[in-house]
């Protein structure tokens, strides 16, 4: 296992393992009240491993091992810890691989950093899931109450969502219009998804303006793909991916 070191970026200090090779650097991005060491994340390290790639995982502030109170987390403060791996990790080019949330966030950071940002890959991609992820009644608890706490089915913790990353959601929703993000994109997506619509994939891709873009539906696959056969399929479509780069 890589070493695990901290950055200290804009008074936040974020844990993180870089593991050096060929580039560009892989960057995995964790879902909402996830972190770096899910599954998939170490899943795709250790292929990196293998494989000479350079890999980078690690948590958003309030998440994990990073420091801070995840309830004053906004959704803009998780895309400025992702640009600050970018750049001062990093430092290179880089392919993003957002889980869930962390697919908005890859976006997002597409966007920011188009000339590093050389291919995205996403599982069950969330973006503008502020929107359509909430019910009004839920809405409106939201802006009265400040925040909302579900029953987790990923963890005893209760699922909990406050004002200021739900309104930092709505400022930064994406699919209203042409995504202007032009590299080549992968999307994965399980059929069997509870939590996010696999449809949402293909309204990202007619969303995005690049001409590389493939969806990939996988058949009873659930949110998190994370079943051998799941992981197989992410490593297999990041080295094709890869190759071709």
Same mark, same amino acid.
């Given at each position: 296992?890589?070493?695990?070191?901290?950055?200290?970026?804009?008074?936040?200090?974020?844990?993180?393992?870089?593991?050096?090779?060929?580039?560009?650097?892989?960057?995995?991005?964790?879902?909402?009240?996830?972190?770096?060491?899910?599954?998939?994340?170490?899943?795709?390290?250790?292929?990196?491993?293998?494989?000479?790639?350079?890999?980078?995982?690690?948590?958003?502030?309030?998440?994990?091992?990073?420091?801070?109170?995840?309830?004053?987390?906004?959704?803009?403060?998780?895309?400025?810890?992702?640009?600050?791996?970018?750049?001062?990790?990093?430092?290179?080019?880089?392919?993003?691989?957002?889980?869930?949330?962390?697919?908005?966030?890859?976006?997002?950071?597409?966007?920011?950093?188009? +000339?590093?940002?050389?291919?995205?890959?996403?599982?069950?991609?969330?973006?503008?899931?502020?929107?359509?992820?909430?019910?009004?009644?839920?809405?409106?608890?939201?802006?009265?109450?400040?925040?909302?706490?579900?029953?987790?089915?990923?963890?005893?913790?209760?699922?909990?969502?406050?004002?200021?990353?739900?309104?930092?959601?709505?400022?930064?929703?994406?699919?209203?219009? +042409?995504?202007?993000?032009?590299?080549?994109?992968?999307?994965?997506? &399980?059929?069997?998804?509870?939590?996010?619509?696999?449809?949402?994939?293909?309204?990202?891709?007619?969303?995005?303006?690049?001409?590389?873009?493939?969806?990939?539906?996988?058949? &009873?696959?659930?949110?998190?793909?994370?079943?051998?056969?799941?992981?197989?399929?992410?490593?297999?479509?990041?080295?094709?991916?890869?190759?071709?780069?």
């Amino acid at each position: 296992m890589t070493e695990l070191r901290h950055l200290d970026a804009r008074g936040r200090r974020l844990a993180f393992r870089h593991r050096p090779g060929r580039g560009p650097t892989l960057v995995f991005l964790p879902g909402y009240m996830s972190d770096m060491e899910g599954s998939k994340a170490t899943a795709l390290d250790a292929w990196a491993e293998t494989d000479g790639r350079a890999m980078l995982r690690f948590d958003y502030a309030g998440c994990g091992m990073s420091r801070g109170a995840f309830e004053d987390q906004a959704l803009a403060d998780w895309r400025d810890d992702v640009l600050a791996m970018i750049d001062e990790v990093a430092s290179g080019p880089v392919v993003l691989v957002g889980s869930s949330m962390g697919g908005w966030l890859m976006l997002l950071a597409a966007l920011a950093r188009p +000339e590093q940002v050389k291919a995205l890959v996403g599982i069950a991609a969330a973006p503008d899931f502020t929107d359509w992820g909430f019910t009004d009644a839920q809405k409106e608890e939201l802006r009265t109450q400040g925040r909302i706490e579900e029953v987790s089915s990923y963890s005893e913790a209760p699922y909990l969502t406050t004002r200021i990353f739900w309104e930092s959601g709505e400022a930064l929703k994406l699919l209203g219009s +042409e995504v202007p993000v032009d590299c080549p994109v992968r999307l994965l997506h &399980g059929t069997a998804d509870a939590d996010v619509p696999w449809r949402l994939s293909l309204q990202l891709m007619e969303r995005l303006r690049s001409a590389d873009v493939q969806a990939h539906v996988v058949k &009873g696959g659930d949110h998190r793909l994370s079943r051998p056969d799941d992981i197989a399929l992410l490593i297999a479509t990041v080295k094709t991916l890869l190759e071709r780069l």
